[in-house]
């Protein structure tokens, strides 16, 4: 007899809410880990160090995506419809794992050769290996299973002791300018090191037996669309920086990681609320229930732009400071990039929510494809044009006029199913309210203090006066908002006195 899974319908599906609250802090521990250790490693390696380390990192990242073909968002698709069966849902890992187990030593066999190929890999061997390790670790992480199965607060709390760890390691073993190895073996931990426990854990959920048959084939179309959509997003997100390291060298690249790291960091955050929905989308849809999927769709494109408007703006405000904050003096000159860069905040997650969100879940790969390869294209002819003259500056152009692309693409694609009128109704609301945040950073620059001081004072002072215009405005997810945080604070307070 089959053992069952928690039936969703039966026993209670977990909370949305909760689910985004756990995988908030997760991602908050994933921004928070690395603005510290930037901040440190920035002043301690200076820009050719950490310019070094992030161009080793993005070459491994290509061939960590030729490992995992698309897994990411196959896996947790594909395990979420069949979470309430154990014995189905153990033998799709298992040929997960068998397929990745074949795609990851192809990945080192292309690694190799590229390293031996291309002579300016050849002086970024040892990082190029210490980062390669990521590619074994994402593999058998099996993280798609843990998102399927909703296991928010588990992957939050490991990722969380993870993180403690190697920050303590940092301050330990990264003293000077010349521990570019530790740094990239530190960050390597905090990345990827937890999915060793994955794969221990993952025992609580499928069993590691033999099957007798294993059903591989039948799963290498779908991977194969998610490879090559994979393979277009990555091709532009990571082809800057590597395009960078070889036109310009590594100063070049260190300052572009100054200027885009804080925006890549907002948009992994705001990435936070779409995340969540890919599991519930996809058993919805296997389920039929389409006002239940319309309505999630709805609240998701919303709570992006509730998010993104308002970020974009403080961070063009504030891009100076920021650097100042995060970089160091080393690295002022990458505000005026950071500047340039600001509209990706809005662009990622709104092509997020379309691509990964939306049509993953309904098994529009090839849709997905479609924008994100005019994306690719678009950032390889124009990164060709204006990296060798602009340098970081044109890297920044390019990104942003690719992701524009992509979400035009998007944006055609999700009308051929939606409304997306009605759906982006309230985009001009968020952008008034957002309207108050130059004023309040114009007034408080006025005031001669610290610019610590000055970020200080304006996030808080800023997302209050947002709130209340949204509220005034009757905006139904400010609304929702207020009212969650306050349900949470009378919850909390009655069990501290009772």
């Not at 039936?7 to 880990?33: P, R």
């Not at 390291?245 to 907002?266: C, H, P, Q, S, W």
């Not at 993104?308 to 405000?317: E, N, W, Y």
Request: hydrophobic share 55%; aromatic share 10%; glycine share 6%.
């Amino acid at each position: 007899m089959r053992n069952m899974v928690i039936n969703h319908e039966k026993k209670g599906e977990k909370s949305l809410l909760q689910n985004y609250i756990f995988n908030l802090i997760k991602t908050l521990n994933g921004i928070l880990f690395p603005i510290i250790t930037f901040a440190y490693s920035a002043r301690i390696l200076g820009v050719d160090g950490v310019g070094r380390v992030n161009f080793a990192k993005s070459v491994i990242t290509y061939f960590t995506m030729i490992a995992m073909l698309g897994m990411n968002y196959y896996g947790t698709r594909e395990a979420a419809k069949r979470r309430n069966d154990k014995d189905e849902l153990s033998r799709f890992c298992l040929e997960m794992l068998i397929i990745n187990g074949c795609t990851t030593l192809l990945a080192y066999m292309f690694l190799v050769i590229s390293m031996f190929a291309i002579p300016m890999l050849r002086g970024y061997r040892d990082l190029l290996l210490i980062c390669s390790v990521a590619i074994v670790l994402q593999g058998m992480g099996m993280e798609w299973l843990y998102q399927a199965m909703e296991e928010y607060r588990y992957i939050a709390v490991r990722s969380f002791l993870f993180q403690i760890v190697a920050l303590a390691a940092l301050f330990i073993f990264v003293q000077n300018v010349g521990d570019v190895i530790p740094y990239a073996i530190i960050t390597l931990v905090a990345s990827s090191g937890s999915y060793i426990l994955n794969f221990i854990n993952a025992r609580k959920y499928i069993y590691l037996h033999r099957h007798v048959r294993y059903a591989i084939r039948k799963h290498l179309k779908p991977l194969l669309w998610l490879f090559a959509m994979a393979v277009s997003i990555e091709l532009y997100t990571v082809l800057d920086t590597i395009m960078l390291g070889f036109l310009k060298g590594d100063k070049a690249v260190g300052l572009y990681t100054a200027a885009i790291k804080v925006e890549r960091m907002v948009n992994t955050l705001l990435a936070s609320v779409g995340v969540v929905l890919i599991p519930r989308l996809s058993f919805y849809i296997s389920q039929g229930k389409t006002e239940k999927t319309a309505g999630l769709i709805k609240k998701g494109y919303n709570y992006v732009f509730l998010l993104s408007i308002p970020a974009a703006v403080g961070l063009f405000m504030l891009s100076d400071e920021i650097i100042l904050l995060f970089s160091g003096s080393q690295f002022v000159s990458a505000g005026f990039t950071m500047r340039l860069l600001v509209p990706i905040v809005i662009l990622i997650p709104f092509s997020m929510m379309t691509n990964q969100q939306t049509f993953v879940p309904m098994g529009k790969e090839k849709l997905i494809l479609v924008s994100t390869s005019v994306g690719a294209v678009t950032n390889l002819i124009l990164n060709s044009i204006l990296i060798p003259r602009y340098a970081e500056n044109g890297a920044a152009v390019a990104t942003v006029i690719a992701e524009m692309a992509v979400a035009a693409v998007c944006l055609i694609n999700a009308q051929r199913f939606f409304n997306m009128k009605k759906l982006l109704r309230s985009v001009w609301l968020y952008c008034l309210a957002a309207a108050v945040i130059p004023v309040v950073v114009s007034l408080i620059k006025l005031i001669k203090t610290p610019y610590i001081v000055h970020i200080i004072l304006v996030i808080p002072i800023s997302a209050m006066l947002y709130l209340v215009i949204l509220l005034l405005l009757d905006n139904q997810y400010a609304k929702e908002a207020v009212q969650i945080v306050s349900k949470k604070l009378s919850l909390g307070r009655r069990e501290e006195h009772g």
